[in-house]
């Protein structure tokens, strides 16, 4: 396929685990790419991606802070089309504003300002969040036209963070009317084989369960996807003349007991501490959520509010619009895991 432009495709937190793979993919389909990332000389050292095939002739690295103002004037001239993956994803911080709030709100901003500002911009594909689509169970399907009310700073923050980043992404969309238009992902639970060696928050379920973390087999179900098909859905609303609006991007749910039974089947429990004990009922509701009252806050609000829910998701939209085609969740289980082991992430 001919690459959609000759000009480099800005990829924003390059290093980072969904954006690593969309850089992988775009070298792959011939495109050039510019990819930011806080330390140039920490890429080059680590060099999972520039040793990507491509990389040597088609891959450029710049420095970007989230929180610097300007940081991404230069980076962004020459770009027509922007994925901006940069963000931070962990449950559990000190400062809610400063380590999640802040850098997903102003990061989003510096790099549409820039893009607003250096003209050639065509479109930014953003990648939100399915937290930005749903803060509290609910009745029925979740789609495209869901935004999550629930979330605060103080119950929720990292929710909140990708909630509120996509928001400022649209007021600014709809205040400033720039000549590019936007197109935004919203993935659930990203997990998959890793370029990068930092384990991915969507992971820790898994790492968790093969260390013998969980007391038992708990009732808690994950709408999760695969990173390789996150990657592909970003490129493909980056091609796709007729994108627009939002994308629920999700293969579906999976029951943490569905899960460790992929992972005993595939000879995970005979290699770690996969927890086998049955707490997924009424009892084990209760001590998960007695538990809860023990752990970090951002991990506390993560059980009490996810333990006995099911997710229905309508992701017709991506699949209709786009033509996604999700991979199948036990191959991307058994990717995940096989992954996590070869990095060593499973070991004690």
Not at 108 to 121: D, H, M, P, Y
Not at 136 to 155: C, Q, R, Y
Not at 183 to 201: A, H, M
Request: proline letters at 5%; one cysteine or more; glycine letters at 8%.
């Amino acid at each position: 396929m001919t690459p959609l432009t000759n000009t480099p495709i800005l990829v924003t937190g390059a290093t980072g685990f969904v954006a690593a793979e969309i850089v992988k993919q775009l070298l792959e389909a011939g495109y050039l790419v510019r990819g930011t990332t806080r330390s140039v000389a920490k890429a080059q050292e680590d060099g999972f991606l520039t040793s990507l095939p491509g990389a040597p002739d088609r891959l450029e690295l710049v420095e970007a802070d989230l929180l610097e103002a300007g940081a991404y004037d230069q980076a962004v001239i020459g770009c027509e089309y922007v994925m901006h993956v940069a963000s931070p994803f962990v449950l559990d911080v000190e400062d809610p504003r400063r380590d999640l709030l802040d850098p997903a709100v102003n990061g989003t901003l510096s790099v549409f300002e820039s893009a607003e500002k250096a003209r050639g911009v065509k479109r930014i594909v953003l990648t939100s969040s399915f937290a930005a689509i749903s803060g509290k169970p609910k009745d029925g399907v979740w789609t495209e036209e869901d935004w999550n009310t629930a979330s605060s700073l103080e119950s929720g923050s990292y929710p909140y963070s990708k909630t509120m980043a996509e928001r400022a992404a649209w007021e600014f969309m709809d205040q400033r009317h720039p000549s590019f238009d936007l197109v935004v992902i919203n993935p659930t639970g990203v997990i998959g084989p890793s370029l990068v060696e930092r384990v991915n928050q969507s992971h820790r379920a898994l790492i968790a369960a093969a260390k013998g973390e969980y007391p038992g087999i708990v009732n808690l179900e994950f709408p999760l996807v695969d990173v390789r098909d996150v990657a592909a859905a970003h490129i493909l609303a980056m091609t796709n003349p007729d994108a627009s609006g939002r994308y629920l991007t999700s293969a579906g749910s999976a029951s943490f007991r569905h899960m460790m039974d992929v992972a005993q089947k595939s000879g995970f429990g005979e290699r770690y501490k996969l927890p086998t004990l049955g707490l997924d009922n009424a009892v084990g509701d209760i001590l998960v959520r007695i538990v809860a009252s023990f752990q970090p806050k951002g991990t506390r609000n993560f059980l009490r509010t996810n333990v006995g829910r099911t997710y229905d998701l309508d992701t017709s939209k991506i699949q209709n619009e786009l033509g996604v085609e999700f991979r199948d969740l036990d191959t991307t289980l058994v990717d995940a895991l096989t992954d996590l082991e070869v990095w060593g992430h499973l070991s004690e």
